[in-house]
């Protein structure tokens, strides 16, 4: 589970904890406003940030090495360069609340769709793949998952496995 009964996010490392009100969550959606459709609209580090959670989260189990691969992204990446490190738990929660809703993955993948602009989309593929590789073993749900963000990025099918190879061979332990 994501959220907490409290609603707390669960399964985080010390690294991204913090403590943000769960009223942070719907300020976030409203600050953030909402497409024609009604579709939270969120900015393409956000998108990131969803596509990381909704992998991680896809079997059900945040793994640990997940999260700090998540951590190391975010910290790291040059897409990341101008975010601003204080909202990550706060997209972080807002991701898990959108997907606690009824119909909440959809609505998920509809926001990212949305957000990423075509030049990033295999780049988004990219970190999917790398935090499903970073739990080890990946499951079917997360393959599920993956196979979902390939088709709606529109990413062509051995471009996302080159991509999927390349995050087994950085992943792969002796």
Partial sequence: MLLSQRGEL?????GLTAAVPV????QSLTRQGFDQKGIPVIDPQAALIYIMVMVSAADSDMADAELQVIGDIVNHLPIFADYDKKRLTQ???ACAAMLGRDAGLEEALKSVKAAIPPKLRETAYAIACDVAAAGGEI???TLRLLELLRHRLGLDRLVAAAVERSARAR???A
Wanted: charged residues 20%.
């Fill in 139 to 141: 499951s079917q749900e």
């Fill in 171 to 173: 992943f792969s332990r």
């Fill in 91 to 93: 997209d972080l929660r």
């Fill in 23 to 26: 009223m942070a969550l719907s």
């Fill in 10 to 14: 669960s399964g985080l490392p010390h």
